[in-house]
């Protein structure tokens, strides 16, 4: 491979590598504590899973449904072999063509799952919590969409691979001629 491509596939794929890490800082900094103010009741939502259908209910209007009783009705786990019926409930919830829902479910262990629930619209808002046998613990707000910040990060990127590349170019020519 001639010395000049060579040279491009690397700076490519550094650049490549620093987005990645550009967009996984992007999502961290996306999140904040969970947070009980009225801006964000519309996308701290929770999903309640009924027999028959789901409901994605604020987080400020749970205090009817907890503590959960054993023999309720409705729950807070979405067993696996639901798991299918509750994406495809989530996408088509709601009345809104320009807004839809998103929902990431993490098992953590036998009894707690890790729930993600966005609102995906203009931006993308939403509740991380983990959901229990007994209840919900909420944990933090999704306050913006990662995607502006790594919009702002592309920036960094490239000045970083050029950085990369410059110092790579200067420590070629440094080298003692052997």
């Known amino acids: 491979m001639k010395p000049f491509l060579k040279r491009v596939f690397i700076c490519i794929f550094v650049f490549l590598i620093v987005l990645v890490i550009a967009y996984r800082v992007a999502e961290t900094q996306s999140r904040m504590p969970y947070s009980q103010e009225p801006a964000f009741d519309k996308t701290n939502v929770v999903l309640v899973l009924w027999p028959e259908h789901i409901e994605l209910r604020q987080a400020s209007d749970l205090s009817d449904l907890l503590p959960r009783p054993r023999n309720a ?10 798991r299918r019926w509750v994406e495809e409930q989530v996408r088509d919830y709601g009345d809104s063509p320009e807004v839809g829902w998103y929902i990431d479910i993490r098992q953590i262990d036998a009894d707690r799952q ?15 919590y983990e959901a229990t046998p007994n209840g919900v613990v909420l944990l933090q707000t999704r306050a913006h969409d990662p995607i502006f910040a790594l919009l702002f990060g592309s920036p ?3 000045i970083a691979t050029v950085f990369c590349w410059v ?7 440094l080298q003692p001629l052997a």
Do not use: N, Q
């Open 114 to 128: 890790r729930i993600e629930v966005d609102r995906v619209g203009r931006h993308r808002m939403g509740l991380i």
């Open 167 to 173: 110092t790579w170019k200067l420590t070629k020519r």
């Open 73 to 82: 009705a409705y729950s807070f786990l979405v067993p696996e072999e639901k």
């Open 156 to 158: 960094f990127c490239i």
